[in-house]
């Protein structure tokens, strides 16, 4: 399923960070990481992750590093600071308190499916 471009410009940001906050990982590997945890619901293109991972890098909320892996492959990883780590957090509280006012407009009792 193909979302609309300012929902998924919402969401994406705290994915990221979510995801990040268990450890570092390179650009493709995070774009997997996420279609993978989502069910496959959410897949950011190489046009909408990178451009999020450098405004991330540029608010202070991540950082990036050129390492080289076993295949002596460089790849610039990205990780979460603690400024991300808060502000993650306090996303996450906004983001239950919107799921919770959702739910209540729409009738829906704990989960996805209309009562």
Do not use: H
Not at 73 to 94: H, N, P, V, W
Request: proline residues 3%; hydrophobic residues 35%; charged residues 30%.
């Amino acid at each position: 399923m193909k979302f609309e471009r300012e929902l998924l410009k919402g969401v994406a940001p705290v994915v990221v960070l979510e995801v990040l906050s268990r450890g570092k990982m390179y650009g493709y590997e995070l774009g997997e990481a996420i279609e993978q945890r989502s069910g496959g619901v959410l897949t950011l293109g190489r046009g909408t992750l990178y451009p999020l991972l450098y405004n991330l890098e540029a608010k202070g909320l991540v950082t990036a590093e050129w390492d080289t892996n076993e295949s002596k492959r460089k790849r610039r990883y990205y990780s979460i600071t603690g400024e991300g780590k808060a502000q993650l957090k306090a996303k996450k509280d906004q983001w239950t308190k919107l799921q919770e006012g959702v739910r209540l407009v729409f009738g829906i009792s704990g989960g996805l499916q209309p009562a």
